[in-house]
T-cell receptor
Framework: AQTVTQSQPEMSVQEAETVTLSCTYD???????LFWYKQPPSRQMILVIR??????QNATENRFSVNFQKAAKSFSLKISDSQLGDTAMYFC????????????FGTGTRLKVLA | NAGVTQTPKFQVLKTGQSMTLQCAQD?????MSWYRQDPGMGLRLIHY???????DQGEVPNGYNVSRSTTEDFPLRLLSAAPSQTSVYFC?????????????FGPGTRLTVL
């Protein structure tokens, strides 16, 4: 069974600084997708970035980028130039592309951006 | 598009009561799912549906029933509420089972069972 682990329950960062959120996962599959979702205080879940396992190039979306290490089963999220609006809970998620295509979520990292 | 809508936003139940959480989407998505979110546990899949008339269990299905009579609606029924079902419930949809585009989430229902 797949598992997703986020070992940092809480983090804080100064505005305009860079922060990295960690995520590791376990799977025996070779192809899958990984996602980072953001949940601000409004509770609305928002997709931040996604990575296809067979693509070696790390995904980037504006200030958000990932460091995907397939062999190490690691998928960290880097937020550059942190803004107050980045304050949220961040969830790492895994989706298999065989079988049921279910999402497996990590337990989340609560990020606070300080002014 | 309204996206994914959920009602109610908040609900308090007594142990043993039953209720239905409503979920609807207007994006013609085939795949819909229900999650519960508990502190320190992330989101866990309760039930999902790959299309009208087809449902299946997720990680934590006990105590919940679902049905999918239309593409748009995917209600979640609590048969006999227990305090362990106190949680925030999210409904989500995506185009189809294999879609890797974003899942669209509803605003959530905060349920308290006394």
């Amino acid at each position: 069974a797949q598992t997703v682990t986020q070992s940092q329950p809480e983090m804080s960062v100064q505005e305009a600084e860079t922060v990295t959120l960690s995520c590791t996962y376990d799977t025996s599959e070779n192809n899958y997708y990984l996602f980072w979702y953001k949940q601000p205080p409004s509770r609305q879940m928002i997709l931040v970035i996604r990575q296809e396992a067979y693509k070696q190039q790390n995904a980037t979306e504006n200030r958000f980028s990932v460091n995907f290490q397939k062999a190490a089963k690691s998928f960290s999220l880097k937020i550059s130039d942190s803004q107050l609006g980045d304050t949220a809970m961040y969830f790492c998620a895994f989706m298999s592309t065989s079988g049921t295509y279910k999402y497996i979520f990590g337990t989340g990292t609560r990020l606070k951006v300080l002014a | 598009n309204a996206g994914v809508t959920q009602t109610p936003k908040f609900q308090v139940l007594k142990t043993g009561q039953s209720m239905t959480l409503q979920c609807a989407q207007d994006m013609n998505h085939e795949y819909m799912s229900w999650y519960r979110q508990d502190p320190g546990m992330g989101l866990r899949l309760i039930h999902y549906s790959v299309g009208a008339g087809i449902t299946d269990q997720g990680e934590v299905p006990n105590g919940y029933n679902v049905s999918r009579s239309t593409t748009e609606d995917f209600p979640l029924r609590l048969l006999s509420a227990a305090p362990s079902q106190t949680s925030v419930y999210f409904c989500a949809s995506r185009l189809d089972r294999g879609s890797t585009d974003t899942q669209y989430f509803g605003p959530g229902t905060r349920l308290t069972v006394l």
